[in-house]
């Protein structure tokens, strides 16, 4: 499938089932070379894909699997948001892990679009946006063993994420945005006492 085919899907469902099919999550090198999240050369190779590349590619981290979503949403005419957090270590100049996910509203309902991280690949309807977010980062920190980190946490809505930027660029210049973490921090307790 190219770009184009991929922004004629119909549905967002369609676009769920397609990515969940055909996307795996990894990311390729500048030379082609696939690479399972985690590998050591992921510092020094890694850079987000353009939405062309990991359709081509068939892979993509969170950040890549977004910039695709993103594409498709706005190609829609439907609203969308991307939401970023992670943890600030060495005093907010680097960050250990985060993630990166995609919101869309219809009919003043909220929808978590997920196909890189796993445990969550859905759509999932919420009430409000705070609620999803709260739920997410909840649900991550839960699935990832984090929850002992909730005073490093960071989140932002459309931050900096850019083609051919590398992770740690984006979240160190997240860090530097407006901190709304303080306004999902009610929902994440809440998430935290529903899953523990």
Not at 144 to 151: E, P, Q, V, Y
Not at 181 to 188: I, P, Q, S
Request: charged share 30%; proline share 2%.
């Amino acid at each position: 499938m190219t770009i184009k085919e991929v922004l004629e899907l119909e549905t967002p469902d369609d676009l769920w089932h397609y990515m969940h099919d055909n996307i795996k999550y990894g990311w390729t090198n500048k030379n082609g070379g696939f690479r399972e999240y985690g590998d050591p050369r992921m510092l020094e190779e890694y850079y987000f894909h353009s939405p062309e590349e990991t359709v081509e590619r068939k892979s993509g981290l969170c950040g890549d699997q977004v910039l695709l979503e993103k594409r498709w949403f706005d190609h829609k005419k439907i609203d969308n948001h991307i939401v970023s957090f992670g943890f600030k270590e060495d005093k907010g100049k680097k960050i250990g892990g985060g993630h990166t996910f995609l919101v869309y509203i219809e009919n003043n309902k909220y929808y978590y679009f997920e196909n890189a991280f796993a445990p969550c690949a859905n759509i999932v309807e919420f009430d409000s946006f705070n609620e999803l977010v709260g739920t997410v980062i909840a649900t991550y920190l839960i699935a990832t063993n984090n929850t002992d980190k909730t005073d490093k946490l960071f989140a932002t809505v459309d931050g900096h994420l850019s083609i051919n930027s590398n992770t740690q660029q984006h979240y160190i210049e997240t860090i530097n945005d407006e901190d709304i973490y303080n306004n999902y921090r009610e929902e994440v307790n809440k998430g935290l006492k529903i899953f523990q």
